[in-house]
């Protein structure tokens, strides 16, 4: 189907969102299935969800619908607040600094941009004076005002084969298969780190960045613990080789990204070990750890963020979100914002020793004539915050910034989260699938396999023995009343809602059974 000026190309049905309800979609000719895709894991509570529908009575949700602001301008009256009842109430522990934006592709090209200033203003001492050098090669994209930066991520060893397979395929035009690595959007810096589908990339220019091995299992992993630990040490030695090879050839890594669980790429999982070690490794060689939350973050692994489950040692530097976030952004850590790493250090020293902070001259025209408030810590934090902010404006910035009415939704889904407790529900939701799928998996192991997401909530995927079995499952899947989605080279994935019941679950292991027994 040809629709006039829509570049994807990618369509594949049409659908009646009017008819649409819970964890059901509908298509244009009225059939109806269970959706175990949710527009690429993008709704949290459903389709037409009551509580969100009720929201649009209210005259003010409305306005916000219709005029939309320039949010790094001119934000609303009640955007502060708008923001501390929805997104800040779920930050992550220990990334106080919140930048909302639209999509998850500008989060995470944001998201970079924060580590090369971070890293740049750190190799200036603190200092965001800039010479004149640097502010007139910036505008030739030449150092030392752009500098040679680049951004670590993360590929897996299937990665060469995959794509000899993928030229064969388009050589006798069969369909394209999905293949394994990390992605994390489709613009250019993003683009540059993505590495799951060649498609994407192809005729794009990119940058010479490094590219790390993501450990690929044996499943099941506690037949395979001494081996996958293995592979789990071979590949954070390999971040640190490229770490340090890519500082020799003056290249230095700012900043790594990295999914806790490779989507787009084949539900590749990383262990909790792995997680732990990478981060130690980044640390030493003084770079930031990115995780990209966008596919993983609001809930489906039944922890309002997949890296809790890791048990960090500290917080990662930032986290980037989106899909069932329903808006784009970024958090990170105070260190990462746009403050001077000369004054954050100050301040911290100031806490340390004497309990308060001496107000700037700035500062005193804003909060009154004091010379040194006498305060806590954390109210001292507070005002650090908002009293000392950055000294150039618009380097994080664009006209949008995200959109209010989003987060305004957003307020009413985490809402309903915490009613109806849908953390848990997809938590024992996503042991009853996990259970079906292993037991059939041993059922039929020469039809699936690698059935993994054990304690990932419903955030779970299995292999079908090859492409060709695989799209006969989804298929037949299909006409049964069930939409999936797939991933990596043969991977079949499950992305339901978060009011995805143990009901629907069965409805699924039943359907699943009936198709494998029919192959």
């Known amino acids: ?20 309800i819970g964890n059901y979609i509908v298509d244009a000719d009225g059939n109806t299935f269970l959706d175990i895709f949710t527009q690429i894991s993008s709704i949290p509570i459903g389709y037409n969800h009551p509580d969100l529908i009720r929201m649009l009575d209210d005259p003010e949700v409305v306005k916000s619908v219709i005029n939309r602001p320039c949010l790094g301008v001119f934000p609303g009256t009640d955007w502060p607040d708008r923001l501390r009842g929805s997104l800040m109430s779920i930050a992550p522990s220990g990334l106080p600094s919140l930048t909302t934006m639209a999509c998850g592709s500008c989060s995470n090209e944001n998201a970079f941009k924060i580590m090369y200033i971070w890293y740049r203003t750190r190799e200036r001492g603190g200092s965001l004076d800039f010479t004149k050098e640097e502010l007139e090669s910036s505008l030739v994209n030449k150092p030392p005002g752009c500098p040679e930066l680049s951004i670590l991520s993360f590929h897996d060893e299937t990665l060469v084969s995959c794509c000899s397979r993928f030229y064969l395929l388009l050589k006798t035009k069969l369909i394209l298969p999905l293949f394994s690595g ?9 683009l540059a780190t993505t590495h799951s589908k060649p498609i994407h990339k192809i005729d ?18 506690d ?5 996958n630990q293995e592979e789990d040490r071979k590949c954070i030695e390999e971040v640190d080789d490229l770490m340090n090879i890519y500082a020799k050839k003056g290249k230095p890594v700012a900043g790594v990204i990295i999914e806790p669980i490779q989507a787009e790429g084949g539900d590749n999982h990383g262990s909790n070990d792995f997680f732990r070690s990478l981060q130690k490794v980044v640390k030493k060689n003084g770079a930031a750890l990115l995780i990209d939350e966008v596919q993983t973050g609001c809930g489906p692994t039944g922890k309002m963020w997949c890296h809790e489950h890791f048990g960090l040692e500290e917080a990662p530097d930032i986290v980037t979100f989106s899909k069932k976030m329903l808006t784009g952004g970024i958090f990170c850590k105070d260190e990462l914002s746009c403050k001077t790493l000369r004054q954050f250090k100050a301040f911290e020293l100031c806490v340390k020793l004497f309990g308060y902070i001496k107000i700037s001259s700035k500062a005193v025209k804003l909060y009154g004539y004091v010379s040194k408030i006498p305060l806590s810590p954390k109210t001292i934090k507070t005002l650090w915050a908002y009293a000392i902010g950055p000294r150039h404006g618009y380097r994080i910035f664009n006209t949008w910034m995200g959109d209010p009415s989003k987060v305004i ?3 009413q889904v985490l809402k309903v989260i915490k009613r109806d407790n849908l953390l848990q529900n997809t938590t024992k939701t996503g042991d009853i699938l996990y259970k079906g799928i292993t037991d059939l998996e041993k059922r039929f192991p020469k039809v699936i396999s690698s ?3 054990k304690d990932r909530g419903t955030f779970i995927a299995f292999d079908c023995k090859d492409v060709s079995t695989r799209e006969q499952v989804v298929g037949k899947l299909k006409l049964k009343g069930i939409h999936i989605g797939v991933c990596g080279e043969r991977a079949i994935r499950l992305r339901p809602a978060l009011v ?7 409805i699924f292991l039943d359907n699943l059974e009936s198709v494998i027994k029919s192959l």
Do not use: C
């Open 1 to 20: 189907i040809y629709i006039y000026n829509q570049e994807t190309q990618a369509v594949s049905m049409f659908v009646d969102y009017n008819k649409s």
């Open 182 to 190: 990390g992605f994390h959007g489709r613009t250019m810096a993003s």
């Open 204 to 221: 794009i220019p990119s940058l010479d960045w490094p590219i790390a091995r993501f450990p690929v299992y044996k499943y099941p992993l």
């Open 223 to 227: 037949e395979y613990v001494r081996e």
């Open 409 to 411: 939704l957003l307020d």
């Open 451 to 453: 059935t993994r997401g």
């Open 500 to 506: 995805f019941q143990p009901h629907h679950a069965a």
